[in-house]
């Protein structure tokens, strides 16, 4: 079915709002997937919180010109599905690299990550990037490991103290 003017216009502005507060971009090729596999990409991405649209690309680019992933224009040639994170920079990447194992007809063809445009292979790097939770926890580990360890040290001190007592009681009690 053939869109009129304002369907597109709205498209356009939908998906250009999107890629306005996006933090990452994924493209890929879906050519050859079925309407299932599709579906079950789909439902991932609405649980990662990943916008995931498939969108003419003429219309993909005049939607992404002025937003940070104004650099895949050139890149969007045949059938492609934009996967959009809007608050871990990882989310599409680990969505869309995890689907690419199961199913190997879906292609990466474009990356970007706060306007640079990344090679398709490095998705897997972008996808193993840690969450927002994730890099807190290994932050806040690292804030507690010297914390812990003068906790240790300065209990360290009244148990030598205890066990030279204890030591000395013995030699006593022995002679």
Do not use: H, W
């Amino acid at each position: 079915m053939a869109l009129n003017i304002e369907a597109k216009k709205a498209i356009v502005a939908e998906v250009s709002e999107v890629a306005a507060s996006a933090c990452s971009a994924v493209a890929a090729e879906y050519r050859g997937l079925t309407v299932g596999q599709m579906t079950a990409l789909r439902v991932k991405s609405r649980e990662a919180g990943v916008y995931l649209r498939v969108i003419k690309n003429s219309l993909a680019r005049r939607a992404i010109e002025g937003t940070d992933f104004e650099c895949m224009q050139d890149g969007l040639t045949g059938p492609l599905v934009l996967a959009f994170s809007q608050e871990d920079p990882g989310a599409a990447a680990r969505v869309i690299s995890d689907f690419t194992k199961e199913n190997d007809k879906l292609v990466v063809r474009l990356v970007s990550v706060g306007g640079q445009m990344l090679d398709a292979g490095e998705i897997d790097r972008l996808a193993k990037m840690p969450t927002k939770d994730q890099a807190i926890s290994m932050v806040m580990s690292c804030m507690l490991q010297p914390v812990e360890k003068l906790a240790r040290t300065l209990n360290e001190i009244p148990t030598k103290v205890t066990r030279c007592v204890a030591a000395v009681r013995d030699e006593k009690q022995s002679a």
